[in-house]
């Protein structure tokens, strides 16, 4: 409610409504839980919208950054099943929007994590496509040390890797959460790809860089 009643007031239209599961963040932004899927009933979606409705901001969609593709299995696992929990609730309130990371192991080379991703990630878009649900991956490439240079933690990070993921998973339901922040940090062009990818683009993240 208090993020509702601040995008009301500075004049947003709409909002991203972020869906951590409640524990201990690993990371600055993570872990904020504005939703908790696991306690979400009938009548607190029902609240939920109205409140947005009443606030006149939208609900742009459900976040949840994890890393789908760890190389902890139960850390993967569980992002997996929360990822189709945002699916489910998104579905289910008539958002039709999810947005998140791929994820990324950064022990595998690109190929090895192409590999892993199909299989980790088909189940989660063929339910995306069965709940008639958009799943906008940002492209961050989530890197944050030395060490995990050129890794990261996100294989969606640039646009010769959205067009590999594409090609595997070639859903109509899996897109972009795009970030032009991102592409200046890595030193890519910002704009050229809102054009080459611009049926792909469905939902934006704004920052002030």
């Keep these: 409610e208090e993020v509702f009643d601040y995008a009301a007031g500075v ?3 709409g909002v991203e409504v972020c ?4 524990g201990k963040a690993e990371r600055r932004y993570a ?3 504005h939703i908790d899927l696991d306690t979400l009933t009938p009548e607190k979606e029902k609240h939920y919208l109205d409140y947005a409705k009443k606030s006149k901001v939208g609900i742009s969609s459900l976040g949840y950054y994890p890393n789908a593709l760890s190389t902890n299995k139960e850390e993967s696992d569980v992002a997996v099943a929360h990822i189709k929990k945002l699916i489910e609730a998104s579905a289910r309130m008539d958002i ?3 947005t998140t990371f791929i994820g990324r192991d950064p022990a595998k080379t690109v190929e090895e994590n192409l590999d892993k991703m199909e299989k980790v990630w088909a189940p989660i878009v063929k339910l995306a ?7 906008g991956i940002e492209n961050c490439p989530m890197l944050f ?3 995990e240079w050129p890794g990261g933690k996100n294989l969606m990070a640039a646009p010769y890797l959205w067009r590999k993921i594409f090609e595997r998973l070639p859903s109509k339901n899996l897109g972009l959460n795009y970030d032009p922040s991102h592409l200046l940090l890595i030193g890519a062009d910002h704009i050229q790809p ?6 792909k683009i469905f939902h934006v993240h704004f920052k002030d860089i």
């Design 145 to 147: 040390t030395k060490d």
């Design 11 to 13: 004049g947003f239209e």
């Design 96 to 98: 039709g929007m999810v």
């Design 194 to 199: 809102i054009y080459n990818f611009a049926e």
């Design 19 to 22: 869906c951590w599961p409640k």
């Design 31 to 33: 872990g904020v839980t």
């Design 129 to 135: 496509e069965e709940k008639k649900v958009l799943i």
